[in-house]
């Protein structure tokens, strides 16, 4: 087909899916009654402006500029089908472009601008997700250990070579026998007095680096943690001093081989994100300068003295990896524009799709069916309050940075390991329903739930386990619950518990237990005191068990019977604090149509949550069997609400077409569209 003829197409289409958009009783189809709404006529109508205009940070214009630019760049786009090599060098491609094309340099916002930061690896993400990781690893883990990890004399030799991507780098932190106990590495780093030196080695297969982003080919230094070894002049003859984390040249500036004493593999083709270069590195007796180590922390001098302003190793680890959590802020930020992406998919889809009706009526749109619904819509719930909680996240983020301030960086350290944990396991769930609600062609590969699904699987995974990090967040919060015992402060995030503890663990209230009227169960207090109620209880009960157990198991064996507690603890908690920030979203929004659509869909978050734990709520009685029935079918109830208004709150993401480019997205022309994909 003549080019000319095929963009007048593409033009008749797209003005005809506008006008959808304008007019969308011309194309949805008709909408089944059900009896639940037929109590309730007054139908709720949303102001779709005025509340993507709430929703908009303040860096949409930044992420329009990288769609743009990608958008007039087709040579840039990733082909749904490419091999591993291809698309490897097409990230690579994607990366320089953005860096010495488009002109936009993320690594200067790495520690200025965080939010800004954030929202490049968002847009960047939905160009290819492989693009994003390519790029955090090169800004945030790379080149964030070297600004982070390191002092002024770092800074002045790499921030120019690491963001105009002359230096390319890895972030080789986990090794073949040790990813989660990071504290168990034992790659070493013996100091050599004689020449200044640090000797970088790989005392075994099992200390091999592994998985280690932009290793396999592209590149040239990695930041190495590995165990700091100093001669001592005792009988041992040496002195462990911890993990510490040193820059290591890998790769030749200029014939880019590999340097004496570095050996490099390739991980191989993985499940997902393949135009990542993951390898492995094992050191043979490399030297480096003692400069190189990253010396913000611990230093090391010309006489081999150790120096540092904390006081033991594991403070020393503390700080460490606390310079690393903006990867987990950056996964949790990313995995939410994954969830909108699938959800505007498969909701647009839903409202497309007819399947069934009653006799001798049209079909309707399976979005209208209970059970499509109970899929999707609290689905949907979920992915406004996640927004708010992750916006809530890089502002507490950013602040961290700008202050430094202790308190706040224990917050952030909890609340993004909390985060990162909760939205990403979520969001690999969801994709899975996600893909089922839009049938077989939720299948096909053009409607990107199987990349989505592939690329985002990992998330779960890298930059600590989810399982890992909910266990340090019920730690953090069992520290502080001893800490209230003691006469101490609670921190600002969790001073819920402080306030109220003592009353949400008195006997529940056996009249309040039975209030089930809408008013009640739609009032914030009555939702978060449901929450706080359920994490009060269970840190408690938590705590005498621990204590219990460790007198015969000692503390590990206790944790570890505990475990399924504590991990159930840490969830409540999250839960907890996403719906408090939800709550003041809601009533933050100025505009009264918008905020009537935020409200409807933040009652719907906090009773399905509600209605999912709803035995833990029965057991003890702070609902009676009515009251919970009543929630549940206020939940039904509402989930129809907010299909009613599906449209508008998924247009309200204001995601471009290119993002959510799936053929079953695109409301008035999707079968068109999808047909002329197999070649019709
Ligand atoms: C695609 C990809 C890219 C990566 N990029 C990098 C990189 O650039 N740099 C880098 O350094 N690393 C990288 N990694 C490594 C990644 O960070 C680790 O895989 C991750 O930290 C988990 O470690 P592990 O694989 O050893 O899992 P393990 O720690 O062995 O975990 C396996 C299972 O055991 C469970 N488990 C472990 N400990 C506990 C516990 N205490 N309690 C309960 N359950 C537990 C976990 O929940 C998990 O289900 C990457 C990995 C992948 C797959």
């Given at each position: 087909m003549a080019v000319e003829a095929f963009s007048e197409i593409a033009a008749a289409r797209r003005i005809q899916r506008l006008s959808s958009h304008i007019s969308p009783a011309l194309t949805e189809p008709p909408q089944l009654q059900t009896e639940a709404c037929s109590s309730r006529s007054k139908k709720l109508v949303v102001n779709g402006q005025a509340l993507s205009l709430y929703m908009k940070g303040k860096h949409r214009d930044i992420q329009e500029k990288v769609h743009e630019f990608y958008n007039s760049r087709p040579d840039l786009q990733t082909p749904l089908e490419i091999s591993k090599e291809d698309h490897r060098e097409l990230c690579m491609r994607q990366l320089y472009a953005l860096v010495r094309?488009?002109?936009?340099?993320p690594f200067r916002y790495v520690a200025d601008d965080p939010a800004k930061y954030f929202a490049i690896m968002e847009a960047v993400g939905s160009v290819d997700m492989s693009f994003g990781i390519k790029m955090g690893v090169q800004y945030s883990l790379w080149g964030g250990s070297v600004i982070n990890l390191g002092t002024k004399k770092h800074r002045d030799k790499y921030f120019d070579g690491i963001d105009n991507l002359d230096y390319l780098g890895c972030f080789a932190m986990t090794e073949l026998h040790h990813g989660s106990n990071?504290?168990?590495?034992?790659t070493t780093a013996t100091f050599d007095p004689i020449t200044d030196e640090f000797v970088i080695n790989t005392p075994h297969d099992g200390a091999i680096k592994w998985?280690?982003?932009?290793?396999?080919?592209?590149?040239?230094f990695a930041t190495v943690f590995a165990r700091l070894i100093l001669p001592t002049h005792d009988t041992k003859g040496v002195s462990d001093m911890g993990v510490h984390a040193f820059i290591v040249p890998i790769r030749d500036m200029k014939t880019h081989q590999t340097l004496p004493g570095v050996e490099i593999q390739d991980c191989g083709?993985?499940?997902?994100?393949?135009?990542v270069d993951n390898g492995a590195l094992r050191f043979r007796s490399v030297r480096i300068p003692r400069?190189?180590?990253?010396?913000?922390f611990g230093d090391v001098s010309r006489d081999g003295k150790y120096t540092s302003s904390l006081p033991t190793i594991n403070k020393r680890f503390g700080a460490t990896l606390g310079e690393l959590v903006g990867g987990r802020v950056a996964l949790a930020y990313s995995s939410v524009g994954v969830l909108k992406v699938s959800a505007t998919i498969a909701i647009r889809y839903s409202l497309l799709r007819q399947q069934f009706g009653p006799p001798k009526q049209p079909e309707v749109s399976i979005l209208d069916y209970q059970s499509q619904q109970h899929k999707l819509m609290p689905m949907l719930a979920s992915t406004y309050a996640y927004h708010f909680a992750t916006v809530y996240l890089v502002e507490k983020y950013s602040e961290m940075k700008k202050t430094n301030d202790e308190q706040l960086v224990a917050d952030v350290h909890a609340l993004s390991a909390g985060l990162k944990s909760y939205i990403t396991s979520y969001t690999a769930k969801s994709l899975s329903v996600c893909r089922e609600a839009c049938g077989g062609h939720g299948y096909a590969a053009v409607n990107r739930f199987g990349s989505l699904r592939n690329d985002h699987d990992i998330f779960q995974t890298f930059e600590g386990d989810n399982t890992v990090l909910l266990q340090q967040v019920a730690a953090d919060l069992l520290k502080r619950y001893q800490e209230k015992f003691r006469g101490g402060t609670l921190t600002v995030t969790w001073s819920y518990l402080r306030e109220s503890m003592s009353s949400y663990l008195a006997q529940p209230n056996p009249v309040t237990a039975r209030w089930e009227g809408e008013d009640h169960l739609r009032d914030p207090k009555f939702q978060l005191d449901a929450f706080r109620y359920r994490t009060s209880r269970l840190l408690q009960s938590v705590a005498m068990r621990l204590k219990k157990h460790s007198k015969t198991l000692g503390t590990f064996g206790a944790w570890n019977r505990c475990l399924n507690h504590l991990l159930t603890l840490a969830e409540s908690h999250i839960e907890s604090v996403i719906l408090a920030k939800f709550i003041e979203a809601v009533r933050n929004c100025p505009d009264p149509s918008a905020r009537a659509g935020l409200k409807l869909v933040c009652d719907l978050y906090a009773l399905d949550r509600i209605w999912n734990d709803i035995g833990t709520y029965r057991n003890v009685d702070y609902v009676a069997p009515n009251k919970a029935k009543a929630i549940h079918k206020l939940a039904e109830y509402l989930s129809f609400q907010v299909r009613n208004v599906a449209k508008e709150l998924v247009d309200a993401f204001e995601l471009p077409d290119h993002v959510t480019r799936?053929?079953?997205?695109?409301?008035?022309d999707a079968y068109a569209q999808y047909t002329q994909v197999v070649g019709f």
């Open positions: 094309e488009a002109g936009i340099r990071v504290q168990g590495l034992q998985w280690i982003g932009n290793a396999a080919v592209h590149g040239k083709q993985k499940v997902g994100l393949n135009g400069d190189n180590l990253l010396n913000r799936a053929p079953i997205a695109m409301q008035a």
